[in-house]
């Protein structure tokens, strides 16, 4: 069992940064494959990015390429998800999510455990 809060959201300009953090809760973190998912108004989640249990390995949606990176530190047991040259469209409510193994898993139903959101807004 894992829980996950995330932090860091918020509202920017366009062409600015944020950082997302994911705290999580137990003893097993580095366990657990992580990922990032959005949700825009009146659309349905999607994958953003996702990192294996020891962030060897990561994997990200062609729509951030390039300006979003995924990253973990397993002794603090959080995610993080840098996020730069934001745009409009980046425009979403944010979630973590996790699942017990390896991995790099980009599917909502691949996923465990999820935390309640962070809202980032980026201004045109």
């Known amino acids: 069992q894992v829980q996950l809060v995330e932090s860091g959201g918020g509202l920017v300009q366009a062409g600015g940064s944020l950082r997302l953090s994911c705290a999580a809760s137990g003893r097993t973190f580095s366990s657990y494959a992580m990922g990032w998912f959005r949700q825009a108004p009146g659309k349905e989640r999607e994958f953003v990015a996702a990192?294996?249990?020891?962030?060897?390995?990561?994997y990200s949606a062609n729509s951030v390429k390039g300006r979003f990176t995924i990253s973990r530190d397993n002794a603090k047991n959080t995610v993080y998800l840098q996020m730069n040259s934001l745009k409009p469209e980046d425009t979403a409510v944010y979630y973590c999510?996790?699942?017990?193994?390896?991995?790099?898993?980009?599917?909502?139903?691949?996923?465990?455990?999820w935390g309640q959101g962070t809202q980032v807004t980026v201004s045109s």
């Open positions: 999510a996790a699942r017990y193994g390896s991995g790099l898993l980009s599917r909502q139903y691949e996923y465990d455990y």
């Open positions: 990192v294996t249990w020891n962030g060897n390995s990561a």
